[in-house]
């Protein structure tokens, strides 16, 4: 990881020059999550300028970035970043909160995040996610390999959601992903077993063979509703 990232830094800085103003580790390789089979390597870049023939410059660079099976790199200039925060409060929270400068100063710690559209956003991407797992159900084949798949790729994202509907209620936030699920379990009621059978999974702490796929699916299902519903009932409420 460190090799791919020292790499990454010198291409940018090669390619952009004195338009570079920062590069951002992000995510899990940030929180200590990282799981090499499962993880993302997110980069959030700072540019001076972002038009078009800035962008272009970066184009060889991001093409070998994305062969190396990472994420394409957000790309904002500092004041784009500043006016996307209200929209953005989820994942700016998590990157203020979390995150590793590879180039440029700290900009993040005095970087605002307001909060005052945190709670919606958090229902909607719930009610969102909610509905994109539904319909990866509908259209996926009967297949027990493709439905753990389904799992596995939006069991994390589920996760930072639970953490932020947590700090929506005013409720203490979960330092991971396992403690986001143990929390609004036992503040929801909903039955978190599928939720820690994949994250056990994802972790080599269990074998695809050892997992029930369409039991487990069905009460990774009912668990996403239940927290869904309940986050939207004791939101509106407030």
Request: charged content about 25%; proline content about 3%; glycine content about 4%.
């Amino acid at each position: 990881m460190e090799s791919k990232l020292t790499e990454l830094v010198q291409k940018l800085n090669t390619a952009a020059g004195d338009n570079l103003r920062a590069i951002v580790l992000f995510g899990s390789a940030a929180t200590g999550e990282f799981l090499a089979a499962h993880s993302d390597l997110n980069i959030l870049c700072i540019l001076e300028r972002a038009g078009a023939a800035e962008l272009e410059n970066l184009h060889d660079v991001t093409s070998w970035w994305v062969r190396q099976r990472n994420p394409v790199p957000l790309v904002f200039t500092l004041e784009e970043l500043r006016r996307s925060a209200d929209i953005f409060a989820i994942e700016l929270f998590d990157i203020q909160q979390s995150h590793r400068m590879l180039y440029g100063n700290d900009f993040l710690a005095a970087f605002e995040v307001p909060l005052h559209l945190h709670r919606l956003q958090v229902e909607r991407e719930l009610r969102t996610g909610w509905l994109r797992l539904r319909q990866a159900i509908l259209t996926a084949p009967h297949d027990n390999k493709v439905l753990l798949g389904i799992m596995l790729d939006s069991i994390s994202t589920f996760c930072t959601l639970f953490r932020h509907a947590l700090l929506a209620m005013d409720q203490p936030m979960a330092a991971s992903k396992r403690e986001a699920v143990e929390q609004v379990a036992v503040l929801t009621g909903a039955n978190p077993s599928a939720f820690q059978a994949i994250l056990d999974l994802r972790e080599g702490k269990r074998k695809h063979g050892e997992i029930d796929v369409e039991a487990t699916l069905q009460t990774y299902l009912e668990f996403v509703e239940v927290v869904t519903d309940e986050v939207d009932r004791r939101l509106e409420v407030r």
